[in-house]
């Protein structure tokens, strides 16, 4: 049976037009080849490339002993066809090298897999790796915006792409059209052109049309790759927001908006599966017609004393011998094709450009003292929504700033720009007077820690997720800090203490919970500048207070910025900043702001009736 509909229905592709990569003009694929062609041919790598030579010695070993098995066969049924006594040496002799034949081609091919196997996956590694650390590499602004569900498949069926071009279309499609010219000169040398002919024309017109249907049958395929992305991209969606979900009651909506999708991948997977029946019963017709057209001929042959037996056998075994490998030519030559389609995709992840990026010149940061400064700080996300105006201040050596203010004035975005997510599209921030864009993303991250707003946490052990912020400290360094966070004790006291496991996104934690381990994690980096953005917006007062006076000791003598809305919080610090609209609009410490009754004061005394 030729074809392969279940092997073909789990070869997927991306949705078109996906907003995560600049839309795909013409696909060229040689491009996506000449891509991969370092993966396989590493010029670092002399282990890999000797792999290579030899799995191409082997194929070369199995081609040719391939096309000597039908001589050898041709030569038995000769002889057989011509004894009449009880001497049966040569037929044997013949008989065992026809099985050693046969056994050798199957060794060879077996040693090519073998040899070949760590240059596949090798590749299949490299590419995956480069890919990660690009991502990585990309700005916030690309993570905002991506599809999670549809980013992890593009990743998933690249690697898997290069896994399937790399076995099929070296070691299959290539060989295959090789063997084909060897058949037909060796059957031009044997008899005479017309064999050659009819078997190079069966072999273009099954190729041919297996791959015009096989073209006609892509749209289905692309069809069912785009609902499935869809229903993928929606399940993930729904099931990350697991709990908005329960909610507000939306089980049924949910399971509508994804049963729409399955219903679309139904639909599109039936035709598909019907049309690959016209692909089978014209592969079976034209295979029968040149088959029989031959067998005509070497009939002709026999009867008339040209050809032997033997001869009418190894021509009938040349083009069956042929058209097995080409069984699977349609699923072959599509998913080929979609493979190298799915690895554009992939590697056009890495022709997205770094938004934020080092310079070539950009040396590590050194923090001696660890003061931040300002400068006629601007910035938007897009030119048409400015977020900050002109922002200065500074956070002095050692000292505690806050930055209070309404939603939406602009707080969390400066702890985005001193982490450099991104960049400041006017003025400067500097550490210790040097300026964050001229060093390099990793110094700079190294000397400041952070306790988000939004604790996300991985779905790893509570002692993981502390350690996180320091993956060489020992035990006792985690659970100390794991105090300090007043987070300890509860721990402690779980069945599986530090082992626990918090769920996705930390989803089996409470949200004080989970900034207590951030806070743990952020104390156990120690880092000279510390950020906390709403830090204890999710504790309760008395855990707050707590906490507040352990960070205060922890934060002694070393740079603290503040981000906060509950202005009880900031009482403490050396300047309060109060942020409107993007801009500063009043700077003081808690009494002087009180005492000139602008925003914040207004802001102080709301929070206190509310309390």
Not at 180 to 203: K, M, S
Not at 220 to 230: G, K, L, Q, T
Not at 332 to 338: D, E, P
């Amino acid at each position: 049976m030729r074809g392969n509909p279940v092997g073909e229905s789990s070869i997927m592709t991306p949705p078109q037009g996906s907003s995560t990569f600049p839309p795909r003009a013409k696909r060229i694929h040689w491009r996506t080849l000449r891509t991969t062609l370092p993966y396989v041919w590493p010029p670092d790598d002399l282990g890999i490339r000797v792999r290579v030579l030899l799995a191409l010695g082997a194929l070369l070993g199995a081609k040719i002993t391939n096309v000597y098995v039908p001589i050898i066969y041709r030569d038995v049924v000769d002889v057989l066809d011509g004894l009449t006594s009880t001497v049966i040496v040569l037929p044997l002799a013949l008989l065992l090298g026809y099985g050693g034949a046969r056994v050798l081609a199957v060794a060879f091919e077996q040693l090519r897999e073998a040899l070949f196997a760590r240059v596949t996956y090798r590749a299949m590694r490299r590419s995956a790796m480069n890919v990660f650390n690009h991502l990585h590499a990309l700005s916030l602004r690309f993570h905002l915006e991506r599809r999670t569900g549809g980013l992890s498949r593009v990743i998933e069926r690249g690697v898997k792409g290069i896994e399937f071009v790399l076995s099929f279309a070296i070691f299959n499609i290539i060989p295959t059209i090789l063997e084909i010219l060897i058949v037909c000169g060796i059957l031009w040398n044997l008899f005479d052109f017309r064999y050659a002919i009819v078997t190079f024309v069966t072999i273009g017109l099954y190729i041919a049309y297996t791959l015009v249907v096989t073209e006609w049958r892509i749209k289905f395929r692309r069809m069912m790759n785009e609902r499935d992305s869809d229903a993928n991209t929606k399940a993930i969606d729904s099931l990350l927001n697991y709990e908005t979900v329960k909610y507000f009651g939306n089980e049924i909506h949910e399971e509508k908006r994804f049963d729409a999708s399955l219903k679309g991948y139904e639909d599109a997977a039936v035709f598909s599966t019907v049309s690959l029946s016209a692909v089978n019963v014209g592969q079976g017709a034209i295979i029968s017609v040149g088959l029989v057209v031959l067998m005509i001929m070497a009939g002709e042959g026999v009867a008339t004393g040209e050809m032997t037996l033997g001869d009418f056998v190894l021509v009938n075994t040349y083009l069956i011998q042929l058209y097995l490998p080409l069984n699977f030519l349609g699923y072959v030559y599509r998913t080929i094709r979609q493979s190298l389609t799915d690895m554009e995709d992939m590697f056009g992840i890495l022709t997205v450009p770094l938004e934020v990026d080092d310079k070539n010149e950009a040396r590590p940061l050194k923090v001696a003292h660890g003061e931040v400064a300002f400068e006629d700080v601007n910035f938007s996300y897009e030119e048409r929504r400015s977020i900050l105006h002109d922002v200065s201040f500074s956070v002095p050596s050692g000292k505690t700033v806050a930055i209070v203010g309404p939603s939406g004035a602009g707080k969390s975005t400066i702890s985005r720009l001193l982490f450099r997510f991104y960049d400041v599209t006017g003025g400067t921030i500097r550490i210790d007077g040097q300026d964050i864009r001229d060093m390099t993303q990793s110094s700079l991250r190294d000397a400041i820690g952070i306790v988000p707003q939004d604790t996300v946490l991985f779905n790893d052990t509570i002692y993981y997720n502390i350690a996180y912020g320091r993956t060489d400290a020992t035990v006792e360094e985690v659970e100390a800090a794991a105090k300090l966070s007043r987070i300890h004790d509860f721990v402690r006291d779980l069945p599986d203490g530090y082992e626990s496991v918090v769920g996705e996104r930390g989803l089996k934690l409470s949200g004080g919970e989970k900034q207590r381990v951030a806070i743990a994690r952020m104390i156990l980096k120690q880092p000279l500048i510390m950020l906390f953005d709403e830090a204890t917006s999710a504790l309760d007062t008395h855990t707050e207070r707590e906490i507040q006076e352990s960070l205060r000791e922890v934060s002694r003598d070393r740079t603290t910025l503040i981000i906060a809305h509950r202005l009880s919080t900031v009482v403490h610090a050396n300047e309060i900043i109060v942020l409107d609209q993007g801009a500063v609009v009043e700077r003081g410490t808690h009494t002087q702001l009180l005492a000139d009754n602008g925003r914040y004061a207004r802001m102080w005394h709301q929070q206190q009736e509310g309390g």
